[in-house]
């Protein structure tokens, strides 16, 4: 007889049950929403996906609507267990539950101890994701030499808009757990961003819909489009499926197969199948093992010291009030949809919160709350480390602050703004350009050692022009742009 399976909101994948007919128990905590608060939509997914569930699964699910969990599990007479929870606190509290059994975690390639054997035989150097990946391949045997594989021509014609993918259908699930956030919101509990129709899929068999029209339609021109960014088309080749991992309703390893077999076949050439690849087997997986890897101090490193709190206009996504285009679509991207892809959000979003010395921890804290795939074990490498450099290198080799130039070549924000991205200073100066100079000027001690920063250092540093610019951006301080 299998015990009693408590499945996390983001457990809801059947990877998660060792059988079909294992009972099962779902927690609603009302608290949870009103700590700190979400985007709108994220709140409907998760609640949307937590009823889908307990709606699939009949009989068997035991669905509790709880002040605490603590209470829930007081609530259950028979033996209940739980797969390893994907947050620290979690974990804590399971393991604070006399009687809860904790088993390993679902949900990932890697196993903890394979990557930390790994990391431990890796520490003559820094960890790095393409290590790791190139460890994980070989681990896994994830596109290897293949035989028999039909020959294909890697260059492609320039991508075609694809058809959309299969729409997702609100039902009376989605109808109740709309009247339930707006009572709540009656009663106080506070959201940010906008309601809208469920954009993401809050089942496995949407999940799967989604994936299998990606793999057909979007996956081949993956690789031109990964980095690509446009006011006309948010999406252009990506899946749009982070949210579906990070609830659990997709397992990672048959997709990495299933893209792998496109290529096998010849569906898809290997330029858009790695990368894709990469994102689930590297990416993915390292910031998962590295959250646990490393100590839990991470959320609260600050290397480069930076005070600024987050300004009201951009806590609240604020879009109409900022003016450089790239910005405002992007936040009013967030706002209306709860989701950009990984381009804005690196080179948008953070790069101009790291040029302005905001707070490490209220951004990674913001992104969790504001993005539908938003997770506490996410945050720490890619915002902490990766997007604001604050863990001294971790996670990656340099910060990642960018000026106008390298937004324009990426994408088409530039032509229609009313700011100049090669400029510095002035009327017209792109606050991006500014504001990576003013990053370097202000950083200068601590960035000085990376030789691809002394460089910009030096060919940006005449006295004037970074006094000029240094006043410029203190001026404009936490302002819209």
């Known amino acids: 007889m299998y015990r009693r399976r408590w499945l996390l909101a983001d457990q809801l994948g059947p990877h998660f049950l060792d059988d079909p007919d294992q009972p099962v128990l779902l927690v609603e905590v009302r608290e949870l929403f009103r700590r700190r608060p979400l985007h709108r939509q994220k709140a409907h997914l998760i609640l949307s996906a937590l009823r889908h569930r307990a709606a699939e699964l009949g009989d068997r699910a035991l669905l509790l609507r709880t002040d605490t969990f603590r209470e829930a599990l007081a609530r259950v007479a028979e033996p209940v267990e739980v797969c390893h929870p994907h947050s620290r606190a979690a974990l804590r509290f399971a393991r604070s539950v006399p009687g809860l059994t904790v088993l390993p975690p679902r949900g990932f390639v890697t196993s903890q101890a394979d990557f930390a054997d790994w990391a431990d035989r890796a520490r003559r150097g820094t960890l790095r994701m393409t290590d790791f990946y190139r460890h994980a391949r070989r681990r896994h045997g994830v596109l290897s030499a293949a035989t028999g594989r039909r020959p294909r021509a890697e260059a492609r014609d320039a991508p075609e808009t694809p058809p959309p993918p299969p729409p997702i259908v609100e039902d009376d699930i989605d109808a109740q757990v709309r009247h339930d956030l707006d009572r ?9 961003g906008r309601d809208g129709p469920r954009q993401h899929p809050a089942t496995h068999a949407e999940a799967q819909s989604r994936l299998a029209h990606f793999l057909t339609h979007r ?7 990964v980095d690509v960014m446009s006011v006309g088309d948010p999406f252009f080749a ?7 991992f990070n609830l659990g309703l997709l397992d990672p390893e048959p997709v990495l197969r299933a893209a792998e077999q496109a290529w096998r076949s010849g569906a898809a050439p290997r330029t858009a199948v790695e990368p894709f690849i990469r994102g689930l087997l590297g990416w993915r997986e390292f910031l998962w093992q590295l959250y646990w890897y490393v100590e839990p101090g991470f959320r609260g490193a600050n290397w480069l010291a930076a005070t600024e709190p987050l300004p009201q206009w951009f806590a609240d996504l604020d879009a109409d009030a900022v003016e450089a285009r790239c910005l405002a679509d992007v936040l009013g991207a967030v706002r209306d949809r709860a989701w950009t892809h990984h381009t804005p959000r690196l080179l948008v979003l953070a790069n101009y919160a790291l040029q302005r010395g905001w707070r490490p921890a209220e951004l990674a804290d913001w992104f969790q709350r504001c993005f539908v795939d938003g997770a506490d074990w996410v945050m720490n490498a890619t915002v902490v480390g990766m997007s604001q450099y604050a863990d001294l290198a971790r996670v990656d080799t340099r910060p990642y602050a960018v000026d106008g130039g390298d937004i324009d070549e990426i994408s088409d924000y530039c032509s229609g703004c009313r700011y100049l991205p090669g400029r510095a200073l002035g009327d017209l100066a792109c606050p991006y350009t500014g504001g990576f100079e ?3 000027h202000r950083n200068r001690a601590r960035l000085v050692a990376d030789p691809r920063l002394a460089a910009e250092l030096a060919r940006r540093d005449q006295p004037e022009h970074r006094e000029a610019v240094l006043a410029q951006e203190e001026k404009r301080g936490s302002n819209p742009p």
């Open 438 to 440: 003013s990053f370097l």
């Open 219 to 225: 996956l081949p021109d993956y690789g031109r489009c």
């Open 238 to 244: 990506h899946s749009v499926l982070s949210s579906s």
């Open 184 to 192: 709540w919101a009656a009663d106080g509990v506070r959201f940010v």
